[in-house]
């Protein structure tokens, strides 16, 4: 089975600070004792599956696919990270940061060899050799936020492609382009630019940090940490989570379901699974979203 990037705690303690309630809170709420929830949220403590639901109703989780995460019932099938069909490259690249990896991605037109690089949080050697080996020329590098373990490999990355101009977002721009001097161009919410044939949209979804973006290309999505398999990124606070929320199920899930989730830790996913299987969306709530099943964002 894949291993997931959040287990059961971690979506109990995001759950509950997105929601805005203490430890105290949630235990009075859960008829728990104030450690019993510091134990869940930090792996020492498995609860019952009927725990698991009560914990899910205080939290405005699925019940049912919070169980599923408590039981590890589930995870991706035939997690996709990996591919060239219709034009499109797509490598990942493992990148280790401390005492855990960040995904590091190659998007390239095979028809023009031109190709960027999603999130360099480091290993700039085999990113580059990667680009080489493929045959491709490094046009731009993307950024879905601006935190250290995505962006930690900019600089040793451009030494060896001078010529590159770095995408973000204008909230993300001053943290990424400290001390360099390439061109930088925003990331417009919904403005779709070039590389070589490839058409890339930025869609804004706000909330792990203020400036998060996701990166759509043809059939996949490069969500960053706004969304894991089965989870979410942690928000910044509970104004941003509920936001983050928003603009992950009417602009992300609304999405085909065959769209390829590539997130900044853990496995890929496809929009269908993260409705089956995400405890943080209802499936009931889709037919409410307005852009839902849209193809033209």
């Known amino acids: 089975m894949t291993i997931l990037e959040d287990e059961f705690g971690d979506i109990v303690s995001k ?8 430890v105290e809170q949630l235990a009075q709420a859960a008829g728990l004792s104030a450690s019993d929830i510091e134990s869940i949220e930090s ?18 989780l699925d019940p049912n696919k919070l169980t599923d995460s408590l039981t590890e019932a589930w995870s991706p099938a035939a997690a996709v990270s990996r591919f060239n069909r219709d034009g499109m490259m797509v490598e990942q690249i493992a990148v280790p940061y401390g005492n855990y990896s960040e995904n590091a991605y190659i998007l390239g037109c095979a028809n023009t060899k031109v190709g960027a690089v999603i999130d360099p949080g480091g290993s700039d050697e085999e990113i580059s050799a990667r680009l080489d080996a493929l045959g491709l ?9 601006a935190h250290a373990d995505h962006i930690g490999g900019i600089k040793a990355l451009i030494a060896d492609w001078q010529d590159v101009r770095i995408i973000s977002h204008q909230l993300e721009r001053d943290s990424i382009m400290y001390g360099l001097s390439n061109r930088w161009e925003p990331a417009k919410d919904g403005v779709m630019f070039s590389l070589g044939k ?16 996701c990166y759509r290309a043809g059939n996949v999505c490069f969500v960053g940490d706004t969304l894991f398999a089965g989870s979410i990124g942690r928000g910044a606070s509970p104004q ?9 199920r009417c602009c992300v899930l609304s999405l085909p379901d065959e769209t390829v989730i590539l997130p900044g830790h853990g496995p890929a996913t496809t929009v269908a699974q993260e409705w089956a299987h995400n405890p943080f969306f209802c499936l009931e709530l889709r037919r409410y979203c307005p852009l839902a099943n849209s193809v033209d964002r």
């Open 43 to 60: 792996y020492k403590l498995r609860p019952s599956p009927d725990i698991a639901e009560v914990l899910a109703k205080a939290l405005s």
């Open 137 to 145: 020329k490094l046009d731009s590098i993307i950024i879905t936020h």
């Open 240 to 248: 941003a989570y509920r936001a983050m929320l928003q603009s992950i």
């Open 15 to 22: 759950a509950r600070v997105g929601n805005g309630l203490s």
């Open 198 to 213: 490839l058409e890339v949209v930025p869609i804004s979804t706000p909330g792990h940090t203020p400036g998060s973006v």
